[in-house]
Every structure is written in structure tokens, then in C-alpha cells.
């Protein structure tokens, strides 16, 4: 397994950011994902999944994580020196699979890469409202992404045409937990357990899983509400629509990968953080075993 550290500035060099070299590649090019720590490796399943043929980056920002305490600022600039490292490698597109990064910052990348595939992960509040037979829908999510206004907005405007309401509960630790591999620890049932129960109070039958990291403890909270006796609970996780709305992209773009080769693409990782805590991430949530490369700086 590769733990070598990748120069920054001789990837810039190499790759030509900002110059359209993803586009030169065509449909050979990978994609590049990236969140703050393994919590996006849930929606990287579901793109390897649906698209097996693609070469896959994947970026985890372990040395700046938790991105919930961050102010939206910061979390653009950093999106974009992320994404930017990202293209110096060749990728054709980009994948922001964290929900309070995409709050922050996909305008920014959009506005600055307007012809480049760029997916952003939200929090399903519509599929949510859908499936809802009580109208009470409990998000799950970091306190950044409940505050940040573009949410707000979506959530206010998605009452207004369904009339569902949303019981909004702040999930602090919860990915730090994941990102440690606790997802059935004695501790982190006991924090789910306290975000779980009030939503449960509240009358909520649809619990929406609003940050990439919480599928990874799907199963320890199913127990919960087969404990509870909420076995009417429907759990909702938006891993799968991001996978098929960057394939609908990529085809529109002319950027799909063939599979009729039948040959699997390749999976890359790097990270700001431990190459070791990213490695099994990879091992123990995705039974693969990638190369992983330490970025000691975006600079």
C-alpha cells in the first residue's frame, strides 16, 4: 500500500490547473470526490456501483475536519483549493459528497468550473417529505449544514408545496465517530440514541440521513428503532441519486466511460491527514485496498 506524499505544487504543474485538461482526456479521465474525512466513501460505493468503470480521486480532508464547525468562508476557499488539486490530476469532474461543503461552497465551484460536471451532495428533505405518512420528517445532520441559509430556504420552501415539517436535530461527533470506525461502539449508540429519540417525541416516521457519514451507522440505527418499536421508520439516504445524477451529467457531457471492456477502474485516495486512517476507511467500509497519499499541504 502507497503512503507517499504527494507534492502539491508538482501536481499543479502536472496537471494544468484551470486549462480544460480534463476535457483534453475525455472520457478516460477519473472523477474526483471529496469530503472531510471517509463519511463521502458512502457516496463513493454508489458512484464505483453505478459507474464501475470510472477511475475514482478521492480526497479526504482529514487535517481539516470537522467541517461542521467551520464558517462557510472557509469551507469554500478550502473546496476550492481542494478541487483545484483534484483537476491538476486530470479529473473530469468533481464530486462534493459532503452535505455541509456543498452548502458552503458548490455556487463557487460551479461559477468557477461553469462547463466542469459537478455534483454536490444535499440533504434529501424532498424524498423525505415524500415518503412521509405522518408529515413529521427528522433531519439528521451537522449544526452547519441546519444553519446554513440555502438550507433553510429549501427546507421552508419544500413545506410550503408538501406541507411535511421537518424536525431538525444536530448530530454533533456523530461523523467524528465514523471517521474513528465506531459505528456500533457503546458510545456511539448512545449518541445516536439521544438524536433519535427526540425526532421518534416529535412524531417523525421518516428519519433523513442528512451527511454522508451517518449510512455507515445505518444498521446501529435501525437496532435503535427496532428497540423502540419503530420498525414504520423509513431512513432516507441520498447516496444513490448523487451516483446517478453525475452518470446523467457525464453522459450529457460526452465524458461516460465505456465498460464494454468489462475492465473496473482504478481507486486513488488522498488525504490532508494519517494515509492509515484513509486506508481503512477503504478496508473496513468499502472491503477494497487502494493506494493512499498523504497531501501534507494544498499550498
Same mark, same amino acid.
Given at each position: 500500500?502507497?503512503?507517499?506524499?504527494?507534492?502539491?505544487?508538482?501536481? #499543479?504543474?502536472?496537471?494544468?490547473?484551470?486549462?480544460?485538461?480534463?476535457?483534453?482526456?475525455?472520457?478516460?479521465?477519473?472523477? =474526483?470526490?471529496?469530503?472531510?474525512?471517509?463519511?463521502?466513501?458512502?457516496?463513493?460505493?454508489?458512484?464505483?456501483?453505478?459507474?464501475? +468503470?470510472?477511475?475514482?480521486?478521492?480526497?479526504?480532508?482529514?487535517?481539516?475536519?470537522?467541517?461542521?464547525?467551520?464558517?462557510?468562508?472557509?469551507?469554500?476557499? *478550502?473546496?476550492?483549493?481542494? +478541487?483545484?488539486?483534484?483537476? +491538476?490530476?486530470?479529473?473530469?469532474?468533481?464530486?462534493?459528497?459532503?452535505?455541509?461543503?456543498?452548502? +458552503?461552497?458548490?455556487?463557487?465551484? *460551479?461559477?468557477?468550473?461553469?462547463?466542469?460536471?459537478?455534483?454536490?451532495?444535499?440533504?434529501?428533505?424532498?424524498? =423525505?417529505?415524500?415518503?412521509?405518512?405522518?408529515?413529521?420528517? =427528522?433531519?439528521?445532520?451537522?449544526?452547519?449544514?441546519?444553519? =446554513?441559509?440555502?438550507?433553510?430556504?429549501?427546507?421552508?420552501?419544500?413545506?410550503?408545496?408538501?406541507?411535511?415539517?421537518?424536525?431538525?436535530?444536530?448530530?454533533?461527533?456523530?461523523?467524528?465517530?465514523?471517521?474513528?470506525?465506531?459505528?456500533?461502539?457503546?458510545?456511539?449508540?448512545?449518541?445516536?440514541?439521544?438524536?433519535?429519540?427526540?425526532?421518534?417525541?416529535?412524531?417523525?416516521?421518516?428519519?433523513?440521513?442528512?451527511?454522508?457519514?451517518?449510512?455507515?451507522?445505518?444498521?446501529?440505527?435501525?437496532?435503535? #428503532?427496532?428497540? *423502540?418499536?419503530?420498525?414504520?421508520?423509513?431512513?432516507?439516504?441520498?447516496?444513490?441519486?448523487?451516483?446517478?445524477?453525475?452518470?446523467?451529467?457525464?453522459?450529457?457531457?460526452?465524458?461516460?466511460?465505456?465498460?464494454?471492456?468489462?475492465?473496473?477502474?482504478?481507486?486513488?485516495?488522498?488525504?490532508?491527514?494519517?494515509?492509515?486512517?484513509?486506508?481503512?476507511?477503504?478496508?473496513?467500509?468499502?472491503?477494497?485496498?487502494?493506494?493512499?497519499?498523504?497531501?501534507?499541504?494544498?499550498?
Amino acid at each position: 500500500m502507497t503512503h507517499a506524499p504527494v507534492s502539491p505544487s508538482a501536481a #499543479l504543474v502536472q496537471g494544468g490547473v484551470d486549462t480544460g485538461a480534463f476535457h483534453a482526456a475525455g472520457a478516460l479521465a477519473p472523477i =474526483g470526490v471529496f469530503d472531510s474525512g471517509v463519511g463521502g466513501l458512502s457516496v463513493l460505493r454508489h458512484i464505483r456501483a453505478q459507474l464501475p +468503470a470510472e477511475d475514482l480521486l478521492y480526497f479526504a480532508d482529514g487535517a481539516f475536519a470537522p467541517y461542521g464547525e467551520k464558517s462557510e468562508q472557509v469551507l469554500a476557499e *478550502r473546496a476550492l483549493a481542494i +478541487a483545484r488539486f483534484l483537476r +491538476a490530476r486530470g479529473a473530469k469532474a468533481l464530486v462534493v459528497a459532503c452535505n455541509t461543503a456543498t452548502v +458552503a461552497a458548490i455556487k463557487l465551484l *460551479r461559477d468557477t468550473w461553469p462547463d466542469m460536471p459537478i455534483v454536490g451532495v444535499e440533504p434529501g428533505l424532498k424524498p =423525505g417529505a415524500a415518503a412521509t405518512r405522518s408529515g413529521k420528517v =427528522g433531519v439528521m445532520a451537522t449544526e452547519a449544514t441546519l444553519a =446554513g441559509e440555502k438550507f433553510l430556504l429549501l427546507r421552508d420552501q419544500i413545506t410550503e408545496t408538501s406541507g411535511a415539517q421537518f424536525v431538525l436535530q444536530g448530530c454533533a461527533g456523530l461523523a467524528d465517530a465514523v471517521d474513528l470506525g465506531e459505528l456500533s461502539s457503546e458510545a456511539t449508540v448512545a449518541l445516536l440514541e439521544g438524536f433519535i429519540d427526540p425526532m421518534l417525541a416529535a412524531g417523525a416516521d421518516t428519519l433523513v440521513l442528512g451527511c454522508t457519514h451517518y449510512p455507515f451507522v445505518q444498521q446501529a440505527i435501525e437496532d435503535i #428503532l427496532q428497540r *423502540r418499536g419503530a420498525h414504520h421508520v423509513v431512513l432516507v439516504d441520498t447516496g444513490d441519486a448523487v451516483a446517478r445524477q453525475l452518470a446523467r451529467l457525464l453522459e450529457g457531457a460526452g465524458l461516460l466511460r465505456s465498460s464494454a471492456s468489462g475492465a473496473g477502474g482504478s481507486l486513488t485516495g488522498f488525504t490532508s491527514g494519517a494515509a492509515e486512517t484513509l486506508s481503512f476507511g477503504f478496508r473496513t467500509l468499502l472491503q477494497v485496498d487502494a493506494p493512499v497519499h498523504e497531501v501534507p499541504s494544498l499550498g
